[in-house]
């Protein structure tokens, strides 16, 4: 069973465009991170929230936590061709991270 | 920059062949873990640790096992590698966070893609 749900899976834009990632539980989490992952690379790091509310700001990107710590989003404003890759959710329960099943952009030029 | 390293970055071997995948990382961190992760799809926690001798398993179920006798290093070892073993292994390692309600996030290595044939 898939204790977060992302979505879209796939989303293909064309570069200046905004989109919105979620990421979905029926669980609450003590924290959330944001992983951006590469083709052949480990996931790196974008946020972690912990506040229920709590919205964060990363240059173009916003980060929001549902106040109910079940649920997140992530608004990119004006994509850009660098944001391509694989962005990845995990929530943390019990010391252990889970992971949503990722959602794969593609900003075309 | 990378503090957590994974060698080898790639490993194609035969059936039946024991293999160990080798994790290392400089950060002092007491936290290390194991994910599986299919190209492009999500990660699966296979195996953990809190500290020196400390182990456990994740929630996919694995055929690998691990061991943790110093901080840095956490091998995956896999006695008898079959092609449903075929798939890319992500090591990671955390600190405990600044407040005991949670952890701070993840640190990961490059991975090492494994194809059995």
């Known amino acids: 069973t898939q204790l977060l749900e992302q979505s879209p899976q796939f989303l293909s834009i064309q570069e200046g465009e905004n989109l919105t990632v979620y990421c979905n539980s029926s669980s609450v989490f003590s924290s959330l991170q944001w992983y951006r992952q590469e083709p052949g690379e480990g996931p790196v790091l974008l946020v972690t929230?912990?506040?229920?509310?709590e919205v964060k700001k990363l240059k173009r990107l916003t980060f929001q936590f549902g106040d109910a710590r079940k649920d997140s989003s992530l608004h990119i404003t004006a994509a850009q061709t660098g944001d391509t890759g694989l962005y990845l959710c995990a929530g943390e329960v019990f010391n252990k991270f889970y992971f949503g099943s990722g959602t794969k952009l593609n900003v075309k030029p | 920059e990378a503090d957590i390293y994974q060698t080898p970055r790639y490993l194609v071997i035969g059936t039946g062949k024991k293999i160990t995948l080798e994790c290392s990382q400089t950060?002092?961190?007491?936290?290390m873990y194991w994910y599986q992760q299919d190209p492009g799809m999500e990660l699966h926690l296979i195996h953990y640790s809190y500290g020196v001798n400390s182990t456990e398993k994740g929630d996919l179920s694995s055929e690998s096992t691990v061991s943790r006798i110093r901080t840095e290093h956490f091998p995956l070892t896999l006695e008898s590698a079959r092609p449903s073993h075929t798939s890319q292994y992500l090591c990671a390692s955390s600190e405990w966070g600044p407040r005991s309600s949670y952890n701070s996030p993840l640190h990961f290595g490059n991975g090492t893609r494994l194809t059995v044939t």
């Open positions: 929230v912990v506040t229920g509310g």
């Open positions: 950060m002092g961190h007491d936290k």
